[in-house]
């Protein structure tokens, strides 16, 4: 599937002047041509190419959101090992971090469920504007 999405975003469209189309899937070492008086066929592949791209926006912000509190996590969770090791470990500082440990993995839970909905938001509007 990631092949194939990696495909469309490299596809170029170009329209002839006799509504003939073609198609370059690069990626793929495809190419196509097709009759296309209308020129939907273009539309159709910008539309597809913008909604590519806006959920590639999506998950790259959630990416950048989540980074800091997973670096955050790891962190605590090294702290966290050290101090199991430690000669006589401190019970109230393994809670402490135990609690943080848990509220980073909280925050990235909530952020993933965010870009999750907001996927699925466009992908019903897209599902609603298709049918309409």
């Known amino acids: 599937m990631m092949h194939g999405n990696r495909a469309l975003a490299k596809a170029r469209s170009t329209d002839c002047e ?24 273009a539309e159709v592949l910008g539309r597809t190419t913008d909604e590519f791209s806006a959920r590639t926006r999506i998950l790259q912000d959630a990416i950048d959101a989540i980074r800091p ?3 955050a996590m790891h962190q605590k969770q090294d702290a966290l090992r050290e101090l199991l090791r430690s000669a006589a470990p401190d019970p109230e500082a393994i809670n402490a971090l135990q609690r943080a440990i848990d509220e980073r993995r ?7 469920r965010e870009a999750a909905d907001r996927l699925r938001t466009g992908l019903k509007a897209e599902r609603r504007a298709s049918r309409a």
């Open 18 to 41: 006799n509504g003939e189309g073609r198609l370059s899937l690069p990626p793929l070492g495809l190419r196509f041509q097709w009759a296309d008086p209308t020129r939907g066929m």
């Open 69 to 71: 509190f997973a670096e």
């Open 106 to 112: 909280r925050q990235i839970d909530r952020l993933a």
